[in-house]
């Protein structure tokens, strides 16, 4: 994930230590450090590392942090700050075990409901999620390549196991990142089916009027207007939720004949392929579809994908949080295959689950 | 002599959104007179604040860079911008609770790394914005919404606690001495590195509200007396005036 940041452009880093996710921070500090291609900050905590993203960001830079569970709960009133106010940067959390402090060094994926509606307020955010050393990187540097084109916040929902991998990967150089489009009258306002405005800096000359409160196009606080809010909170939303396909990063795997669909993601994802293939082996019709966007929620891919399916499988480390959104979706009963005691999920749990249900 | 300001006003004609006899808006005034004479271009200039009242003597007025950000974080949204591009000119303008309360640590932190920047304490002892609650400025026994009888805790001094930090200058006057407070912020600026100015910005509407005087002008007077005497007979530290250097 370091790398790939680092592929993409990324020039500065604020973070503040938290297990599982610090080694992101060290090595993108010594590489500031041995190349002086970025700034580097150790906050004092997570919520002004978050914040100096902001500034950082707005001051032209390319901004990323890194954090874990507690941290990410820390920076969820300037994720929604950033959100509101378009501003790029890319925030990786590395899921363990919690809630409160947890389990530090072990394994879950119980913040994927914290990602989509971890702000106050009204959020439809942009959410990649890993599950390979390859993915760290392209996901990583694509997160860069969407928070700039949408001007958001972008999240990298890894978890410890898949953050802690280590393996051969072929990397692709990643597609480059757009520069932002610097001059714009109304840089707080756009087309409303999903319009992005460009983006000045600070030191342009622009005098932006930059502010988390309800704002019109040239920044103008609005706090009374029932217009300006309704638009600019449904013109947000529209930029991810109208782009849902193009964002779309499932992958799907044997589902052409399947019977039975692994929906999986993360570190189950692996597992869920590993135990597909040996499903497959002894002739069971077993397909996976491996969730690499988990927001916007891909329901067309998913849909399309299990249309014929009798039995539908989720498969993650927590207690049905997609399991319940892949079931609104299909509009059906789905099988969740849930697990929280800290292990990674394996191969032979989910092929002894699919092994009961026919 | 006065000096037109209004090239530095985004609405020059408007009116500020502060009650009648807020100390903010002549604070606003104190600072742009104190840019105008640094002769600092108004595209290298990046002004910050967070939520209150206070929050808004940059935001929208000053015709530059503004980021209005959330409450008690402008500190660290500052120190990212002036990391990302060390050309700007920042300067950090907020109210006590701002500052002093919920973002304190982030104060000492910027101090302690000596990040180069200028914090302004705009100081009316109070949560003006959310209605005269008692704020960690509020001096010693003063009635307020959320202590009628009386502030029982001690404040706390903006300048020792910066110096004590690493700041590498501070100062506190009020806004009724404006030469002195203009001098004071001008310095501030002109400091290399992290420099606070404690300004005394009075807030007749929600502190004013629960004490005897019914006067805009003895508001004034016994908010600063307060804050030089009350802290001083109880906890033997004063608050006085002036510039302090480490
Ligand atoms: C996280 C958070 N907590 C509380 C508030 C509510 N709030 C808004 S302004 C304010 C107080 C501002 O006081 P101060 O900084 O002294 O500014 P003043 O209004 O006195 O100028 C508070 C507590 C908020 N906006 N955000
Ligand atoms: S409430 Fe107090 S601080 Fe706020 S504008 Fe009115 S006088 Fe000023
Ligand atoms: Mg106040």
Redesign the pocket.
Known sequence: MARGAIAAGCNYYAGYPITPSSGIMTEIAAHFQATGAGVFAQMEDEIASACSLIGASWSGARAMTATSGPGFSLMQEALGYAYFTETPMVVINVQRAGPATGQATRVAQGDIMQFRYGSHGDVFPLVFCPASVADCFSLTALAFRYSEMLRLPVFIAADESVAQLRETAYLDVPAPVVPRRAVDDTPFDADIAGGVPGMPSFGDGAALLVTGSTHDGHGMRRVDSPEVHERLVVRLRNKTLLREAELDQTLLEDMADAEVAIVAYGICARSARAAKNALRQSGARVGLVHLRTLWPFPQQTLQAACANTPHVVVAELNLGQLAAVVQGVLMRPVHALSQVNGLPMSPGKIAAFIAELS | MTRDLSHWLRHPDAPT???P????GILLGTLLRAIDTLAIAAQDLLFVSGI???G?IPSPHILADTLHTLHGRAIPFATGAKLANPRLTTIVIS?DGDLLSIGAGHLVHAARRNIDLTVIV?N?G?Y??TG?QTAATTPLGVSTATHRAGNPDAPVDACQLALAAGARYAARFPVTDPPRLQAAIARAIATPGFALVDAL????????KFQPEDSIAACYRRFEADVQQRSDAATGAAMPFGEFVP
């Open positions: 959104a502060f009650c006899g807020c100390g903010h209150g009242c206070a808004w109210g705009a009316n109070i003006g914005m005269g910005s009075p807030c007749p509407t929600q502190y004013g």
